[in-house]
C-alpha cells in the first residue's frame, strides 16, 4: 500500500494519529551508540508527553522484561494507568495484543518509536505497512547498535514506504496553530523541559514578553 505523503492529508493531527513506543528498556539502551542514551530517553519521555498533551492514544510495550529491563521509570510515569504489553515477540507486530490494540485505537496512521532502530523499529513498521496503515517514526526517540545500523534502519523503511520525523516535528505538527492557545501552553511546558537549545530560546523568549508586560 502506498499513502499521501504530500499536501494536508498526510499531516499527523491529535486525531488521525496514534503512537506505539517499543522496548525502551536499560539492556536496550545500553546497545544504543548512535545517539547519546540520556539525550534519547528525554526525547521519548517528550514524545510521550506530547502524546498525553493532545490525546493521542499511546502504547507501551517491552520485551522480556525480565531479562532486559522495565521501561524506564520517566517514560512509565507519563501513563502510570497504563500496564505495558511485554513480548517475546521481536517484531511487536507479530504480538496479536499490539495489532488489536493499533485496531481498536482506530487510527490509520501509526507512529513508532524503538530500541534498535535496525531490529525492533523496522520489523513493526515494515509490517503495519503492508496492513494497510499509514506509518511514521521518530528517529531521535529510537537508537541503532551502531551509527550504521541505524542509518540503514531508516532507509529500509523509507524505501518501505515509511516516513520519518523528529520528535519536535511531531510535537509540532500537532500543535500546527500558535493561535490554539490551550494547546500552545502545553507545548510551551514539554519545550521548556525537554526541548534542548530550543527551550533556552523559548524561555529567553517568554522572560522578554513579560519584561514587556510589566514595564
Excluded at 502504547?59 to 531479562?67: F, I, M
Excluded at 511514521?136 to 537508537?143: E, I, L, M, Q, R
Excluded at 523503511?157 to 516516513?163: E, H, K, S, T
Excluded at 507545548?187 to 521548556?192: C, G, M, V
Amino acid at each position: 500500500m502506498t499513502f499521501k505523503k504530500i499536501g494536508l492529508d498526510a499531516m499527523l493531527t491529535p486525531d488521525n494519529c496514534a503512537l506505539i513506543l517499543i522496548d525502551h528498556q536499560p539492556f536496550q539502551a545500553n546497545g544504543v551508540k548512535n545517539i547519546d542514551v540520556g539525550v534519547m530517553i528525554n526525547n521519548v519521555v517528550a514524545l510521550a508527553k506530547t502524546a498525553k498533551a493532545f490525546n493521542v492514544p499511546t502504547l507501551l510495550t517491552s520485551v522480556l522484561k525480565d531479562r532486559g529491563g522495565d521501561i524506564f521509570k520517566q517514560l512509565t510515569d507519563v501513563f502510570p494507568e497504563q500496564v505495558p504489553i511485554d513480548r517475546t515477540f521481536i517484531n511487536t507486530w507479530e504480538d496479536e495484543r499490539c495489532v488489536e490494540w493499533a485496531r481498536k485505537a482506530g487510527r490509520k496512521k501509526l507512529v513508532f518509536a524503538a530500541l534498535w532502530t535496525e531490529v525492533c523499529l523496522a520489523f513493526p513498521v515494515i509490517h503495519a505497512l503492508d496492513d494497510d496503515y499509514e506509518v511514521y517514526f521518530v528517529t531521535d526517540a529510537s537508537g541503532g547498535t551502531t551509527v550504521e545500523a541505524h542509518e540503514m534502519g531508516i532507509q529500509r523503511m523509507v524505501q518501505a514506504g515509511a516516513v520519518p520525523l523528529t520528535t519536535i516535528v511531531f510535537l509540532s505538527e500537532l500543535q500546527r496553530d500558535w493561535a490554539r492557545e490551550g494547546d500552545a501552553a502545553k507545548t510551551a511546558e514539554i519545550i521548556l523541559e525537554h526541548g534542548g537549545a530550543s527551550a533556552t530560546a523559548l524561555a529567553w523568549e517568554l522572560q522578554l514578553l513579560n519584561a514587556g508586560k510589566s514595564a
